[in-house]
């Protein structure tokens, strides 16, 4: 029950924490602490203005985004609570790299189904960017998995990982899930321009209900992704905290802690030219591989 409510709250926190924060950073007030829930509010009771080209794609890609986002946060200890699903072995590392792709797959024809030009702009974009940051993803996790010895991630990020496999995969997924969040300075959050933009161009089309199903995906999946990578660390650093009142602290602290970091570093931080962004992703697949290969070495 901690963890359901963690999941409903935590995303909403998290995204609030991140624009106060850049705003102070940039010398203003900001918004209301939970102007987020007022627009996702207002947003639901518009109406659309869809298409007439579009497909059921189009209409699906929101209910699929947040259906996918939700399930793999319900089956993840990222809040350092068990959730129920560890009883049944249902976080497998398989289940989740495919959910993961399976979100991406219909945000990518779902702008394309649009006709636009910045929808094949952004989906293009979504493409390229993808096979950059799976690997990183995908290899960090299964050294996880390696070095706990199985594939069930709800029993990898709450066990106890070899401290080297945890800082350098923690890092790596870190570094990966900034470019798959499209979150600086590999994407600005903010830009509406079709040079820089990359997520925003996939969801220009979107408005009113659709919009506000996909602005919660993108922040349940941004908080999950943080929950994640801060699991990974502290399954290396504290392996005697596993579950508990505890775990569930540390992990609060330490997600809360990423969100204040993300919000000063958007606040200073500049966009990085696109021929740099698979330097980076390089980096992070790097650090994962490294990871792996001390996992398979201390097997």
């Given at each position: 029950?901690?963890?359901?409510?963690?999941?409903?709250?935590?995303?909403?926190?998290f995204?609030s924490?991140?624009?106060?924060?850049?705003?102070?950073?940039?010398?203003?007030?900001?918004p209301?602490?939970?102007?987020?829930?007022?627009?996702?509010?207002?947003?639901?009771?518009?109406?659309?203005t869809?298409?007439?080209?579009?497909?059921?794609?189009?209409?699906?890609?929101?209910?699929?985004a947040?259906?996918?986002a939700?399930?793999?946060?319900?089956?993840?200890?990222?809040?350092?609570?068990q959730?129920?699903?560890?009883?049944?072995?249902?976080?497998d590392?398989m289940?989740?790299?495919y959910l993961?792709?399976?979100?991406?797959?219909?945000?990518?024809?779902?702008?394309?189904?649009?006709?636009?030009?910045?929808g094949?702009?952004?989906?293009?974009?979504?493409?390229?960017?993808?096979?950059?940051?799976?690997?990183?993803?995908?290899?960090?996790?299964?050294?996880a998995s390696?070095?706990?010895?199985t594939?069930?991630l709800?029993?990898?990020?709450?066990g106890?990982i070899?401290?080297?496999?945890?800082?350098?995969?923690?890092?790596?997924?870190?570094?990966?899930?900034?470019?798959?969040?499209?979150?600086?300075?590999?994407?600005?959050?903010?830009?509406?321009?079709?040079?820089?933009?990359?997520?925003?161009?996939?969801?220009?089309?979107?408005?009113?209900?659709?919009?506000g199903?996909?602005?919660?995906?993108?922040a349940?999946r941004?908080?999950l992704?943080?929950g994640?990578?801060?699991r990974?660390l502290?399954?290396?650093?504290?392996p005697?905290?596993?579950s508990?009142?505890?775990?569930v602290?540390?992990?609060?602290?330490?997600?809360?802690?990423l969100?204040?970091?993300?919000?000063?570093?958007?606040?200073?931080?500049?966009?990085?030219?696109?021929?740099r962004?698979?330097s980076l992703?390089?980096?992070?697949?790097a650090?994962?591989?490294?990871?792996?290969?001390?996992?398979?070495?201390?097997?």
């Amino acid at each position: 029950m901690i963890h359901f409510a963690l999941v409903l709250i935590l995303p909403i926190l998290f995204a609030s924490v991140i624009r106060k924060t850049k705003a102070l950073m940039q010398g203003r007030p900001g918004p209301p602490f939970f102007q987020f829930v007022f627009d996702q509010l207002k947003r639901m009771r518009k109406g659309e203005t869809v298409s007439s080209a579009t497909s059921w794609f189009f209409a699906a890609n929101p209910l699929v985004a947040l259906g996918s986002a939700f399930v793999l946060a319900l089956v993840l200890p990222w809040t350092g609570a068990q959730p129920i699903a560890a009883r049944t072995g249902a976080a497998d590392l398989m289940l989740v790299i495919y959910l993961l792709g399976a979100a991406r797959f219909f945000a990518i024809l779902a702008a394309l189904d649009a006709g636009s030009a910045f929808g094949g702009l952004g989906g293009s974009r979504e493409s390229l960017l993808s096979v950059l940051v799976e690997p990183a993803i995908v290899i960090s996790l299964a050294a996880a998995s390696l070095s706990s010895g199985t594939t069930d991630l709800s029993v990898a990020l709450c066990g106890s990982i070899h401290v080297t496999v945890a800082i350098l995969s923690g890092i790596a997924f870190l570094l990966a899930s900034l470019a798959e969040l499209s979150r600086m300075p590999v994407d600005d959050p903010n830009t509406h321009l079709e040079l820089t933009m990359i997520h925003e161009a996939t969801i220009l089309e979107n408005s009113g209900r659709n919009l506000g199903l996909i602005e919660l995906s993108v922040a349940l999946r941004t908080a999950l992704f943080f929950g994640i990578g801060v699991r990974l660390l502290l399954a290396g650093l504290t392996p005697g905290l596993s579950s508990g009142l505890a775990s569930v602290t540390i992990s609060l602290f330490g997600i809360l802690l990423l969100g204040v970091l993300l919000g000063v570093f958007e606040g200073i931080a500049v966009k990085l030219n696109w021929r740099r962004v698979p330097s980076l992703m390089a980096f992070a697949t790097a650090l994962a591989v490294m990871s792996a290969f001390v996992a398979a070495v201390r097997i």
